[in-house]
């Protein structure tokens, strides 16, 4: 596994080319920029919830994919939400000798990912207490770590 080394703020400053004061600031007021509830239409014909952060926490989380959590790369096995891979591309890895393929849709699993599996996947890759404790930088559902 790839090692990111963030130990302070001021390295995620320097990361993700955001000043430090604005991260710091963005931080104190990341529950009020989370988020603009709508629903998105499903192809079923159900609706999904998105909650989509707002300027400029949405500018800080696009820093942080591309400028960090890219740089560790990611799994031959990875498909959802990764450039250039897509969900189908992963349905067809394993349908290759399949007679079925099911498609589960699992309800509300991204307001379920709670900072502190952020917070432990982030410690896993090498960062810090004092850089990880801004993992409510990129989730719009606040808990305590």
Known sequence: MKKIRLNTVRDLSHATGIPERHLLDISERAPELYFVPRQREKPDGGSRKIDAPQHPLKRVQKAIDRRVLRRI???????????????????????????????????????????????QLLRDFGCSPDAVSYTHLTLPTIYSV
Request: charged share 20%; glycine share 10%.
């Open 73 to 119: 790369g990611f799994s031959d096995v990875a498909y959802g939400g990764i450039p250039g891979r897509s969900h189908v591309d992963g349905a067809r890895l394993h349908a290759t000798d399949a007679d079925t393929v099911a498609c589960i849709d699992i309800k509300s699993f991204f307001p379920n990912v709670s900072s502190r599996a952020i917070y």
